[in-house]
T-cell receptor, first 114, second 113 residues
Framework: AQTVTQSQPEMSVQEAETVTLSCTYD???????LFWYKQPPSRQMILVIR??????QNATENRFSVNFQKAAKSFSLKISDSQLGDAAMYFC???????????FGAGTRLTVKP | KAGVTQTPRYLIKTRGQQVTLSCSPI?????VSWYQQTPGQGLQFLFE???????NKGNFPGRFSGRQFSNSRSEMNVSTLELGDSALYLC????????????FGAGTRLSVL
């Protein structure tokens, strides 16, 4: 079974600085997708970034980028120029290419200090 | 385009009762997935519906059931509620297959007393 591990329960970053959130996963599949979702206090899960496993190029969305190491099964999220609005729970998620069953990590609570 | 809408936002029930939660997907989305989020177990997949048929199911007891209507709206039912069913229930919709992004609603917070 696929598992997703986020080893950092909490992280803190100074406003305007850069922070990296870690995620590792375990799978024997070759076709899959990886995601980072953000959950602010409003509870709504918001997609931050998505990576297709077959793509070698790391995904980037404005200040958010990933470091996808397929062989190491690692998928970290880098947030540059951190803003107060980035404070939230961040979840790493895995989804098989065969179904819509998404597996989530335990989450990392990010605090942004002014 | 309206997002995923979940109703109600909050619910309080007592043990032994049953509850029905509703999810209206984004217009045009045919797949609806349900998740349970608790502090202890995190986010866990319940089931997915596509074109009124359950396509995938997580590891939850039979007390948890769902259905999807012809307009893609979905309901989730929990019978014989237990204290441990207290959770945030999230619904997510996507166009159809696993290659599409899932968009989440704001969830229904269920408290079982």
């Amino acid at each position: 079974a696929q598992t997703v591990t986020q080893s950092q329960p909490e992280m803190s970053v100074q406003e305007a600085e850069t922070v990296t959130l870690s995620c590792t996963y375990d799978t024997s599949e070759s076709d899959y997708y990886l995601f980072w979702y953000k959950q602010p206090p409003s509870r709504q899960m918001i997609l931050v970034i998505r990576q297709e496993a077959y793509k070698q190029q790391n995904a980037t969305e404005n200040r958010f980028s990933v470091n996808f190491q397929k062989a190491a099964k690692s998928f970290s999220l880098k947030i540059s120029d951190s803003q107060l609005g980035d404070a939230a729970m961040y979840f790493c998620a895995y989804r098989s290419g065969n179904n819509n069953d998404m597996r989530f990590g335990a989450g990392t609570r990010l605090t942004v200090k002014p | 385009k309206a997002g995923v809408t979940q109703t109600p936002r909050y619910l309080i029930k007592t043990r032994g009762q049953q509850v029905t939660l509703s999810c209206s997907p984004i217009s045009g989305h045919r797949s609806v997935s349900w998740y349970q989020q608790t502090p202890g177990q995190g986010l866990q997949f319940l089931f997915e519906y596509f074109s009124e048929t359950q396509r995938n199911k997580g590891n939850f007891p039979g007390r948890f059931s769902g259905r999807q209507f012809s307009n893609s709206r979905s309901e989730m039912n929990v019978s014989t509620l237990e204290l441990g069913d207290s959770a945030l229930y999230l619904c997510a919709s996507s166009l159809q297959g696993s290659k599409n992004i899932q968009y989440f609603g704001a969830g229904t917070r269920l408290s079982v007393l």
